[in-house]
């Protein structure tokens, strides 16, 4: 194998064993673990000599070479947890072997030096060279190098030792054997290099899970450190703040006094942007309290933090301390598992987390200051305070939490955030900022300071009072402007119903969408941002919106209203043909679509105390509703080219079964057959398009029903007239014999399992002529399809188990 390396030809590195791949090799000795670690740093060698000859050549690697890749990767990694300390040491030899190659191979080309790009904050946040964002390599030409490579394993290896579970995008960018897509897909894994959103915080298992990451050597700290320089391609960067983020679980104390001791030296500008590189790899650092050492580590990083606040003036540099600190602090304060955050809980209660809350307010105080005075500054600062007063108000933080998290505090971030919404340079970025500022705050703040719902919203953050600076963000928070761009729509609407989550936020929210829909003046972008708001708090709170039914009713009709209208203008300047009543412009289009969504939480009820049957109902010529002329118009508008109208009004009308089968089943069929009727003329993808709305509506109505039925129980039988005891109703096939006697009692108890209320036989019989008016119409259709399916839907409708229930009348048989 040496020998044809040596001879430049490549050799398929042997995979490891099936028994291997799921853990680690607890069955093999000592001297066996041995033999295989060495082997592994064999081919180890010959990959990166073979990336080495590929780069001298200028060419990437091929299939093969990325495959040899993967294959040590998945090596290592089995052996990390038993041999952490000698892969280490082979990786790191590695890498400054690679870095003097490179160092050599850039001395022999005569290319001029390309002059070193210091960070900048620029007025998109989005620096080229360091971006903020990005955590995966950036730089195609550095992420397929020997050190790139290297360091990656490096990064698999202790991710490994640490047992963190998920792969980059978990946290810590931690490998799993169990999590990795090659070994069973055969992907690469620069599947698992492409996601370009930073890490999130993750529950990391302490205790004995982190023995073997300690046996890492001593140097390998200051080496990964050494690679965050700012002077190092950006991929090795990445990968290198991830390495310093794994160690961190381990050697926090020497890597905090790296950090600090950096800091210190910070004085020019220069410094200050050199600094940015090292900064950011303090957002991956693990700060704790679990030990003594570690909690006292913890706080020396936050003095030092602060004490940089302070004279820091770039902005660049600004943004990186915020930043890191809101996700270290966010790992700390608010950690996923329940022992860290008891250990949390147990250091807030001592007495020694008096200094931890003023560090803590030394830091918050410097944000503040940073954002009043300068506009630019403002969203990442908002950021960071308004993440230190969310962890500052939860239960672990204690009283000391819960002082720092003073209402005072609160009025006055709700006062700034109310007067910088107003500058809409800044209002997209801080928007979604509002919005978790609101969902975290305290219930008991939010009932306090909404004060009475009926009560005015007011107009003007500046005149309002520290009690009602709540109130008046929320007045900030509605746009006046006549066209949004949908971010903004998906921004705003998610800080509206952050409120109304809030249990004593859901009357104000609702409050303010009836002031908002009263407004004749309001932009129709408003209108459709208020009911799509609306929509989604019946779905989530229905019992609250129910509360407002008759409030909100008439405020979400007038779009139907129109729509109605606007198809019966249509139909009579068109010779009597009906049409959907579409409107016409977009934003007419997003009202009538929000508001269709609003409709079945808001439909009106059946007049309370009365105690008619459905039969009597019948025969007085009324429906369970009331409300005809509105569902026919929802109904015509499944014939709207509109995909989104379409299908909001198909939803719409199953909401209605869903929510009240008994009292809307039958109006909302007879509702579609009628539409069905007046498609004639129409055009055939119309039909086609209806009939197989219907369909499904029709299907899941009967279902619906049903199901009702059967969970309503046995009821008291409906009154039934002289003629229903002829043969017609008995079952077909039924001569008064033992066994149709059976199938008749069958058939009368299924159907008094109907609800009272709901449709009566004559309803029901209404609705099964016009849906065979429907059919006999579509039979003499040109196009075969639309015959099959007006077929199909009668046999839908009058199937076996229906008819069981739904008997037709005496004298009347059904069409199937």
């Given amino acids: 194998r040496r020998q044809n390396c040596a001879q430049g030809g490549g050799f398929e590195l042997q995979r490891p064993r099936a028994g291997l791949e799921r853990g680690p090799m607890h069955s093999a000795t000592q001297q066996q673990q041995g033999f295989f670690l060495r082997d592994a740093f064999a081919q ?34 089995i052996f990390a947890r038993q041999h952490l300390h000698s892969i280490c040491m082979k990786l790191m030899e590695a890498a400054k072997n690679a870095a003097a190659a ?17 960070p900048s904050l620029s007025k998109a946040d989005d620096d080229d060279d360091l971006d903020l964002g990005a955590w995966a390599p950036t730089d195609p030409e550095h992420a397929d190098t020997e050190s790139y490579f290297v360091l990656d394993c490096l990064r698999r290896v202790l991710s490994a030792a640490a047992d963190v579970t998920g792969a980059r995008g978990d946290g ?12 069973v897909g055969g992907k690469g894994v620069t599947s698992k290099l492409g996601g370009t959103e930073p890490p999130s915080p993750t529950s990391i298992t302490t205790g004995d899970a982190l023995a073997p990451l300690r046996g890492h050597p001593e140097a390998l700290l200051g080496f990964c450190y050494g690679l965050v320089h700012v002077g190092q391609p950006a991929a090795i960067r990445a990968v290198a703040c991830e390495c310093v983020g794994i160690l961190s679980l381990v050697a926090l104390k020497p890597l905090v006094s790296l950090l600090t001791e950096g800091m210190a030296k910070v004085a020019s500008d ?11 790899a303090a957002r991956l650092i693990h700060l704790s309290t679990h030990s003594a050492e570690q909690a006292g580590a913890s706080l020396r990083y936050l003095k030092a933090v602060a004490n940089a606040m302070s004279r820091t003036s770039r902005g660049v540099l600004r943004l990186e301390i915020c930043r890191s600190l809101a996700s270290s602090l966010a790992r700390l304060m608010a950690p996923a598992d329940e022992s860290s955050a008891s250990e949390w809980g147990e250091y807030c209660a001592a007495a020694s987390a008096a200094e931890w809350w003023a560090a803590y307010g030394s830091a918050y105080g410097h944000a503040a200051r940073w954002a009043t005075r300068k506009a630019a500054h403002a969203p990442f600062c908002f950021e960071l305070m308004t993440k230190m007063l969310s962890l500052a108000s939860r239960p672990h933080s204690g009283l000391e939490g819960a002082a720092f998290a003073s209402t005072a505090r609160h009025a006055q971030l709700l006062s700034l955030l109310s007067s910088a919404l107003r500058r809409e340079a800044q209002r997209q970025v801080l928007l979604p900022i509002v919005a978790d500022y609101i969902a975290a705050l305290p219930p008991d703040f939010v ?3 909404l004060g009475d719902p009926t009560t005015p919203v007011l107009p003007s953050p500046a005149a309002a009072s520290g009690e009602s600076q709540l109130r ?9 402007r006549v066209s949004l761009n949908p971010k903004e729509v998906a921004q705003v609407r998610a800080a509206l119903l952050a409120l109304g989550r809030q249990p004593a ?4 929210l609702l409050f303010v969408v009836r002031d908002g829909l009263r407004d004749a003046g309001a932009p129709v972008a408003t209108r459709a941002l208020l009911l799509r708001v609306l ?8 019992g609250l919106v129910e509360s407002q039914r008759d409030a909100l009713w008439p405020l979400v009709l007038p779009p139907l209203q129109q729509a109605a209208a606007a198809a019966a203008a249509a139909a009579a300047a068109n010779s009597g043909v009906s049409t959907a009543g579409e409107p016409s412009t977009p934003g007419e289009r997003e009202v009538l679509s929000a508001a269709l969504l609003c409709l079945p939480v808001l439909w009106p009820l059946a007049e309370a105390g009365s105690s008619r049957t459905g039969s009597e109902r019948s025969r007085n010529g009324e429906h369970s509703s009331g409300h005809e002329t509105q569902l026919h118009a929802v109904a015509s508008l499944i014939r709207c080219e509109a995909r989104e109208l379409c299908y909001h009004a198909s939803l719409c009308l199953r909401a209605l079964i869903a929510r009240r089968p008994a009292e809307l089943t039958a109006p909302v069929l007879l509702a579609v057959a009628r539409m069905l009727l007046s498609c004639d003329g129409g055009a055939p993808s119309e039909l086609q398009r209806a009939l197989g709305i219907a369909y499904v509506l029709a299907a899941n109505a009967i279902d619906t029903l049903l199901g009702y039925a059967a969970a309503s129980g046995p009821l008291q039988p409906k009154s039934r007239t002289a003629g229903d005891e002829t043969d017609l109703d008995a079952p077909r096939g039924g001569n008064g014999d033992e066994p149709a006697a059976e199938a008749l009692l069958a058939a009368e108890e299924a159907s008094r399992a109907v609800d009272r209320d709901g449709p009566s036989p004559e309803e029901w019989q209404q609705v099964r002529e016009v849906m065979q008016a429907v059919c006999l119409a579509g039979s003499y259709h040109s196009l075969p399809e639309v015959c099959t399916q007006v077929a199909e839907l009668l046999a839908t409708f009058d199937r076996a188990d229906a008819l069981s229930v739904f008997r037709p009348p005496a004298g009347r048989r059904a069409l199937i």
Avoid: C, F, N
């Fill in 172 to 183: 810590l960018g931690g490998y799993s054997i169990l999590e990795d897509e090659t070994l």
């Fill in 270 to 280: 220069r410094d200050e942007r050199e600094w940015v590189a090292y900064q950011r």
């Fill in 505 to 508: 936020g859901g009357d104000v």
């Fill in 102 to 118: 490179a160092e050599a191979a850039a001395a022999e080309k005569p290319v001029r030096r390309r002059k070193q790009l210091l």
């Fill in 472 to 480: 008046a963000l929320v007045a900030v928070l509605l746009p006046k």
């Fill in 535 to 542: 929509s989604t708090l019946a779905e989530e709170r229905p």
């Fill in 447 to 449: 009932a306090d300071h």
């Fill in 44 to 77: 180890l060698d010959a990959v990166l000599q073979r990336k080495r000859e590929a780069s001298d050549m200028h060419a990437a690697a091929d299939a093969e070479l990325r495959r040899s890749q993967q294959v040590i990767q998945r090596w290592l990694v």
